[in-house]
């Protein structure tokens, strides 16, 4: 553009030298309005990318201690579990009476589920 307006001055040309003055300037400021609105895009995407990330992280951290409630849940019930079925063999070993009453309960629940399944049949 400066080329352009000095042929014009060289030339006396007074009305293109200041049209082209004014396409000059005109370009200029719609090159620093671009910029201008790219900084200011680049700048909402950073902080947007900021809150994404922040956001990531949480629901990282959230996802581990849901992981390692279950996990610390589970073993309980398991040590709690184990403790029972230990208990219940300790006590069928010393009493022998209460191991076959216990038998005889498991087997009469089978035979009423069987009992049932008949009532079923006949219907």
């Given at each position: 553009?400066?080329?352009?307006?000095?042929?014009?001055?060289?030339?006396?040309?007074?009305?293109?030298?200041?049209?082209?003055?004014?396409?000059?300037?005109?370009?200029?400021?719609?090159i620093e309005e671009l910029e201008?609105?790219?900084?200011?895009?680049?700048?909402?995407?950073?902080?947007?990318?900021?809150?994404?990330?922040?956001?990531?992280?949480?629901?990282?951290?959230?996802?581990?201690?849901?992981?390692?409630?279950m996990v610390k849940e589970d073993?309980?019930?398991?040590?709690?579990?184990?403790?029972?079925?230990?208990?219940?063999?300790?006590?069928?070993?010393?009493d022998p009476l209460n191991a076959?009453?216990?038998?005889?309960?498991?087997?009469?629940?089978?035979?009423?589920?069987?009992?049932?399944?008949?009532?079923?049949?006949?219907?």
């Amino acid at each position: 553009m400066f080329d352009a307006e000095s042929l014009a001055t060289l030339l006396k040309h007074e009305e293109n030298l200041e049209l082209i003055k004014r396409i000059r300037r005109d370009t200029q400021s719609a090159i620093e309005e671009l910029e201008r609105n790219k900084h200011v895009l680049m700048s909402r995407l950073g902080d947007t990318l900021k809150r994404i990330a922040a956001q990531r992280a949480e629901l990282d951290r959230l996802e581990e201690l849901a992981v390692a409630g279950m996990v610390k849940e589970d073993g309980e019930y398991e040590v709690f579990t184990g403790a029972n079925l230990e208990q219940d063999i300790e006590y069928s070993e010393t009493d022998p009476l209460n191991a076959i009453v216990v038998s005889q309960q498991e087997m009469g629940s089978e035979i009423n589920d069987v009992d049932s399944v008949g009532e079923y049949e006949s219907t």
